[in-house]
């Protein structure tokens, strides 16, 4: 029979496990901004260069209903990889209530 193999220990990377999470949160909203800016300035050029827009009618837009609602849940799609199910559990309402009466 073999034996069974041992589950490595997780060791935070920088000393700290929250550190770390802070870490990772901030390299993630990092990438994600720097995704977003490459993109929208790519949109915005190929729009004005084609006449179809120009910057002045894009800050004044008001989305639709759809269109917000599809906005908000990219929004916390982003916001829940960002801060990640790890730190939400450790520093949700329920988990900071629980150590408040501690």
């Not at 790519?42 to 827009?53: F, Y």
């Not at 916390?76 to 990889?81: D, E, Q, Y």
């Not at 949700?92 to 209530?97: M, P, Q």
């Amino acid at each position: 029979m073999m034996a069974k193999p041992k589950k490595a220990i997780r060791m935070p990377y920088l000393g700290d496990e929250v550190l770390d999470n802070l870490v990772h949160m901030n390299t993630e909203l990092l990438s994600e901004f720097w995704i977003l800016r490459d993109r929208v300035t790519v949109l915005e050029h190929l729009l004005e260069q084609t006449g179809t827009i120009n910057r002045e009618e894009l800050n004044n837009y008001v989305p639709s209903d759809a269109l917000a609602d599809e906005l908000e849940n990219e929004r916390n799609a982003i916001v829940k990889r960002v801060i990640g199910s790890e730190w939400e559990r450790d520093w949700s309402v329920d988990a900071l209530i629980k150590r408040a009466k501690g």
